[in-house]
T-cell receptor
Framework: QKEVEQDPGPLSVPEGAIVSLNCTYS??????FMWYRQYSRKGPELLMY??SSGNKEDGRFTAQVDKSSKYISLFIRDSQPSDSATYLC???????????WGAGTKLIIKP | NAGVTQTPKFQVLKTGQSMTLQCAQD?????MSWYRQDPGMGLRLIHY???????DQGEVPNGYNVSRSTTEDFPLRLLSAAPSQTSVYFC??????????????FGNGTRLTVT
């Protein structure tokens, strides 16, 4: 079993919808949680990060961590066609430790 | 700033051939790393370096060598290419410090096919 599980999708939703992307993990030592966005034929870029449990909001994006359930989510409000990309979750146990990555969810926003 | 530059963008090799994937960054980042990305597998760390002259193995190092003679460059060498090494390779760098607020900066990848 992988340490980090992420549904590969694709997830296709109409423009303007609220999108929910999720990852589950098995290592209770993970404390740092990140979401990266990867456009086709490009490298990933950091979208959001959170430490430990709780929510973090940045514009249309909200990252949520539930350590008791070992579950993290990324919500996108008012989704736009430009949000179409692959979203990868990543996490680590220590501040300088290597990241463990999910496989990525491909998101398609239909105009 | 160019960020992280990877060359070549595409490469086709025959089994047994060797080659070097180039990676250069102009952000003066101490930490550099190589990942491979395969469908359904996510990013897997091959090798990494925390500074010039220092390298270490990641999750999947077999069949690959690295060296770090300068802060800017971190080449990845395939010693004897195998079809299992067909993948997209990404180089990434970041400043030293806490992982969560020192994001990785990725290049745009090298797409390698081994026949």
């Amino acid at each position: 079993q992988k340490e980090v599980e992420q549904d590969p999708g694709p997830l296709s939703v109409p423009e303007g919808a609220i999108v929910s992307l999720n990852c589950t993990y098995s290592n209770s030592a993970f404390q740092y949680f990140m979401w990266y966005r990867q456009y086709s034929r490009k490298g990933p870029e950091l979208l959001m990060y959170t430490y430990s449990s709780g929510n973090k909001e940045d514009g249309r994006f909200t990252a949520q961590v539930d350590k008791s359930s070992k579950y993290i989510s990324l919500f996108i409000r008012d989704s736009q066609p430009s949000d179409s990309a692959t979203y990868l979750c990543a996490m680590s146990a220590l501040s300088n430790y290597q990241l463990i990555w999910g496989a990525g969810t491909k998101l398609i926003i239909k105009p | 700033n160019a960020g992280v530059t990877q060359t070549p963008k595409f490469q086709v090799l025959k089994t047994g051939q060797s080659m070097t994937l180039q990676c250069a960054q102009d952000m003066n980042h101490e930490y550099m790393s190589w990942y491979r990305q395969d469908p359904g597998m996510g990013l897997r760390l091959i090798h990494y370096s925390v500074g010039a002259g220092i390298t270490d193995q990641g999750e999947v190092p077999n069949g690959y060598n690295v060296s770090r003679s300068t802060t800017e460059d971190f080449p990845l060498r395939l010693l004897s290419a195998a079809p299992s090494q067909t993948s997209v390779y990404f180089c990434a760098s970041r400043p030293t410090g806490r992982t969560y607020n020192s994001p990785l900066h990725f290049g745009n990848g090298t797409r390698l096919t081994v026949t």
